[in-house]
C-alpha cells in the first residue's frame, strides 16, 4: 500500500538537520517519492487542469490562445509598424514565422511554468500547514501541466507548421528529442523548486520572477533571429546570447520541430544546443532539489508567517 | 518484535523562530549567523510520554499552550527543534476538516483528492470515496459542487473523507463530532469502532467532558511545558480546577478594590456541626456549617444578602442559596451568617465554595470571592452523580405500570 502517511517502526524524528549526503541524496530520492506517490501528483495536476477550466466555454482551448496572440500582436509590431524583417532576407516568410511561433510556444510554457511554480507553496499553504505529505511534490503540478500543455501545442504545432511552410520534423533529430524532454523537465522542475523555496522565505521573489521573465523574453531570440546579417547591431552580443539557456532550449526545440528547415536561422547544431543547454539543467534541479530539501523541516512553519 | 508503543515523545521541544523582517533575516545568513535577526519563541518544551497501541490519550491546556504545535509535530507536519519522537504505525491527522477542499469540485472529486491526500491510491480512493459520501449522507449530493453546501454538509463530508483512510493512529484537533446531532452520534461511533479495532487516539480538546470520555490518558500543556500527564479523569480536574483558580483570581482582584465604606466579607470558614470544629473534608450526610464573618460600615445605605454556592472542580455550579431566596435580612454593621447543611448531600468531588454579598434586591453585587481553601466531600456510598437524593424503593408484584391508576381510574367530573 504506498501509504505516504508517515509509517516508522521505531524509527526516532528528531530535528531536521540535513548534511551534504542528504542534498545530493534528493537526485533520487525526490523522483521515487514522486513515482511512490504517483497517483497523488496525477490527482493534483487532473484537479488543477479542471479547477483552470472550471466553467470556461472554451475549456482547453485557452492554452493556445495565449501564445497566439502575442504572436500576432509582436509581428504587427515588428513586421508592420516598424518594418522590420526579424529574419534572414533571402528566407521566406511563412519558414520565418513558424521559426518564431516554435520559439513563443517554448517560452510561454516556460514563463507560465516558473511564474506558477514560485507561488506553489503558499498557494497551497492551507495544505501544506495541516496535513502530512511530501509537498515538494507539489511544484510538479506546474511543471507536468506546463509541460503537457507545451506537448498538446507543439503537436497541433507540428501540423500548422506542415501546412503552413511545408516543414517536418527529421528523424536526425527526433533522436535526440527524448534527451531534450528529460532536460527540459529537469529545467523547469530544478528553477520551479528553488524559486517556490525562495518565495517562502522571501516574498519579494515572485514579483522579481515577474520582472526577470519580461526582461528574459526581450533579450532571448524568441520574437527575433540571433542573425547578424539580419541585425547587425547584435555583432557586440553574440558570446551573451549563446550563454543564455534559453537561447540553447529554444533553438534546440525549433530543431526538433522544424527538422531540417531550421538549419538557415540556428546558430549551433542541435547537439551543441543540448550540450550547452544540459550543465544548466542539472545545475538548476540539484539547486531546486537542496533548496527544497534545506526548507522542508521548516515549511510549514514558513508558510503561516 | 512490534514495538509496545505507538506513539512514543522525549523531550520534544518546539522553537518558533519569528524575524525582524526581511532584511535582517537576509544579514543574518549573509553573516552566518553572526548577526542575529530573529527572536526565538518557545512553542513546546520537554514533553516526554508514551502511549502504547489502542491507548487513547486527551491534550488540555489554555489556548497557546502548545497543544496544536504537539499535534503538528506528531502528524510530521512540521519537525521538532529539540528531542525526538517515534509513532507506530499508520497516522493519520484531522487537524483541520476539510483542509484544501475546492469550492468548485464535486464532493466525489474533493473526497478523492483528500483521500489521494491522506495516502491512498487512486483505486482504494476510488473505492472508499463512495463509502465515505454513503456515510456522509451526501448520495443525493455526489456530484455537487462543495461550494454551494451548507456548512455542515462541507464538515461531514471532511469527516467522512478523512475517516476513510482507516488509520491505526488518529490525530484530532477539536473535530470528532460534526453537523447535527443525529450526525454527531454518527461519528462518535465511528471513533468508537475506530478504538474498539484497537486504534490509537489522540484528541486535543477544551471539552474536557469529551476528553474523559473518549480518553484513557490526558496531558495536561500550560505555556509549553507539561504540567500534569496521567489517569484522563484526575489530569483533567486538576486543569479545571487550575483554570477556575485562574478565573477566581481575576475576579478577585477585579473586585478587591472596593469602596471603603462598602460592605465586605473578612472571613468564612467550613464548620462540622457535631464538632463545632473548622474543616476541609466532610462526608456526605455529615452536618455542615458554612460560616461567614460580614462587615457593613453603612446598614442603611446598604443593606445587605448573602449567597453562597457551591462549585465543583469541573466548573460545574451544584447548588447555591441566598438570603434573600429564603427570606433572611443580615441586619447590622456586622456580625456572622451560618449557612447550616443538614445531612449534606454533596457526592464525592472537590467543591470551591463561592461567596456574594448583594445588594437588597439581591441584583448589583458588593463582592464575590471564595474560601480560601477547596471543600472535599468524601463520599461513602456507591452512588454517582453530583448530589444524593433523598429516596425510598417500593416493589410491587404486579405487571403493570402505575397499579394504582389502573385499578382505581379517577373519574374526572364535567
Redesign the interface.
Known amino acids: 500500500?504506498?501509504?505516504?502517511?508517515?509509517?516508522?517502526?521505531?524509527?526516532?524524528?528528531?530535528?531536521?538537520r540535513p548534511g551534504p549526503a542528504d542534498y545530493i541524496a534528493e537526485l533520487w530520492r525526490y523522483p521515487k517519492r514522486a513515482a511512490l506517490h504517483r497517483?497523488?501528483v496525477?490527482?493534483w495536476v487532473r484537479?488543477e487542469w479542471?479547477?483552470r477550466f472550471?466553467?470556461t466555454a472554451l475549456g482547453p482551448l485557452w492554452p493556445f490562445v495565449q501564445p497566439l496572440a502575442l504572436f500576432l500582436a509582436y509581428a504587427f509590431v515588428f513586421s508592420v509598424l516598424f518594418g522590420l524583417r526579424p529574419v534572414a532576407p533571402d528566407a521566406s516568410p511563412a519558414l520565418g514565422a513558424v521559426w518564431i511561433f516554435a520559439g513563443v510556444l517554448v517560452w510561454t510554457s516556460f514563463a507560465e511554468c516558473v511564474s506558477r511554480a514560485s507561488t506553489t507553496f503558499l498557494e497551497?499553504r492551507?495544505?501544506v500547514?495541516?496535513?502530512?505529505?511530501p509537498a515538494d511534490l507539489l511544484v510538479l503540478q506546474p511543471v507536468i501541466t506546463s509541460f503537457a500543455t507545451f506537448a498538446v501545442g507543439a503537436i497541433v504545432f507540428l501540423c500548422v507548421a506542415w501546412f503552413v511552410a511545408g516543414t517536418h520534423p527529421s528523424i536526425a533529430h527526433i533522436g535526440l528529442a527524448g534527451a531534450l524532454v528529460a532536460l527540459h523537465l529537469a529545467w523547469i522542475l530544478g528553477l520551479g523548486l528553488a524559486l517556490a523555496s525562495a518565495q517562502v522565505?522571501?516574498?519579494?521573489t515572485a514579483s522579481l520572477v515577474g520582472v526577470t521573465l519580461t526582461v528574459w523574453m526581450f533579450a532571448t531570440p524568441i520574437f527575433w533571429v540571433a542573425d547578424p546579417a539580419a541585425l547587425p547591431a547584435l555583432e557586440p552580443w553574440l558570446g551573451w546570447i549563446e550563454a543564455n539557456p534559453m537561447h540553447s532550449l529554444t533553438e534546440a526545440w525549433r530543431w526538433v520541430l522544424l527538422g531540417e528547415s531550421a538549419a538557415p536561422f540556428a546558430r549551433a547544431e542541435l547537439t551543441a544546443d543540448l550540450a550547452r543547454f544540459a550543465p544548466w539543467a542539472f545545475g538548476a534541479l540539484f539547486l531546486g532539489l537542496a533548496s527544497a530539501r534545506a526548507l522542508?523541516?521548516?515549511l510549514?512553519?514558513e508558510v503561516a508567517? | 518484535m512490534q514495538?509496545r508503543y505507538a506513539l512514543e515523545a522525549q523531550d520534544l521541544g518546539k522553537i518558533?523562530r519569528?524575524?525582524n523582517g526581511?532584511w535582517a533575516?537576509?544579514l543574518e545568513t549573509l553573516t552566518r549567523g553572526r548577526k542575529v535577526g530573529h527572536r526565538e519563541v518557545c512553542a513546546l518544551h520537554g514533553v516526554s510520554f508514551q502511549l502504547p497501541r489502542g491507548g487513547s490519550l486527551g491534550l488540555v491546556g489554555p489556548n497557546g499552550a502548545g497543544k496544536s504545535t504537539l499535534l503538528?509535530l506528531l502528524?510530521?507536519?512540521?519537525?521538532?527543534?529539540?528531542?525526538?519522537?517515534?509513532?507506530?504505525?499508520?497516522?493519520?491527522?484531522l487537524?483541520?476538516l476539510g483542509?484544501?477542499f475546492?469550492p468548485?469540485?464535486s464532493a466525489r472529486?474533493n473526497a478523492?483528492?483528500n483521500a489521494?491526500?491522506?495516502?491512498?491510491?487512486?483505486r482504494?480512493?476510488r473505492q472508499r470515496v463512495e463509502e465515505a459520501i454513503e456515510f456522509a449522507e451526501l448520495t443525493d449530493f455526489a456530484d455537487e459542487p462543495v461550494g454551494i453546501f451548507s456548512t455542515g454538509m462541507a464538515m461531514r463530508l471532511g469527516f467522512a473523507a478523512a475517516m476513510c483512510?482507516e488509520?491505526e493512529v488518529l490525530l484530532l484537533d477539536e473535530v470528532f463530532a460534526v453537523g447535527d446531532l443525529t450526525f454527531q452520534k454518527k461519528c462518535v461511533d465511528r471513533l468508537a469502532s475506530f478504538r474498539d479495532g484497537g486504534g490509537t487516539l489522540v484528541l486535543c480538546s477544551h471539552a474536557l467532558y469529551d476528553v474523559r470520555q473518549m480518553c484513557d490518558e490526558a496531558l495536561w500543556l500550560e505555556h509549553g511545558r507539561v504540567a500534569g500527564v496521567g489517569d484522563a479523569c484526575e489530569v483533567t480536574h486538576a486543569y479545571a480546577a487550575s483554570q477556575r483558580d485562574e478565573e477566581g483570581r481575576r475576579r478577585l482582584e477585579a473586585a478587591q478594590a472596593p469602596r471603603v465604606d462598602w460592605p465586605r466579607i473578612t472571613g468564612a470558614e467550613v464548620v462540622l456541626t457535631h464538632t463545632g470544629l473548622p474543616t476541609r473534608v466532610v462526608r456526605t450526610g455529615e452536618d455542615v456549617e458554612i460560616q461567614v464573618k460580614w462587615e457593613n460600615p453603612d446598614p442603611k445605605g446598604h443593606p445587605v444578602q448573602l449567597g453562597v454556592g457551591f462549585v465543583r472542580g469541573d466548573q460545574t455550579l451544584c447548588a447555591a442559596v441566598a438570603t434573600h431566596h429564603d427570606g433572611v435580612r443580615l441586619a447590622g454593621s456586622g456580625g456572622v451568617c451560618c449557612l447550616r447543611l443538614p445531612r449534606l448531600s454533596l457526592l464525592a468531588g472537590t467543591f470551591l465554595i463561592k461567596l456574594w454579598l448583594f445588594d437588597d434586591a439581591g441584583v448589583f453585587r458588593y463582592q464575590e470571592t471564595a474560601l480560601d481553601h477547596d471543600l472535599v466531600v468524601r463520599g461513602d456510598g456507591r452512588e454517582v452523580g453530583l448530589v444524593r437524593l433523598d429516596h425510598t424503593w417500593r416493589v410491587e408484584e404486579t405487571p403493570e405500570l402505575n397499579p394504582w391508576v389502573v385499578s382505581e381510574p379517577v373519574e374526572v367530573s364535567p
Open positions: 500500500m504506498p501509504h505516504h502517511v508517515p509509517e516508522t517502526h521505531g524509527g526516532w524524528i528528531g530535528p531536521d497517483d497523488l496525477l490527482a484537479r479542471r479547477a472550471l466553467g497551497h492551507n495544505l500547514q495541516r496535513s502530512s505529505f522565505v522571501l516574498r519579494d522542508r523541516g521548516e510549514s512553519d508567517a | 514495538p518558533y519569528r524575524w526581511p533575516r537576509a503538528k502528524s510530521h507536519t512540521t519537525t521538532p527543534s529539540v528531542g525526538r519522537f517515534r509513532t507506530n504505525g499508520r497516522v493519520a491527522s487537524l483541520e483542509a484544501g475546492h468548485g469540485f472529486q478523492f483528492q489521494v491526500l491522506l495516502g491512498l491510491s487512486a482504494q480512493a483512510v488509520p
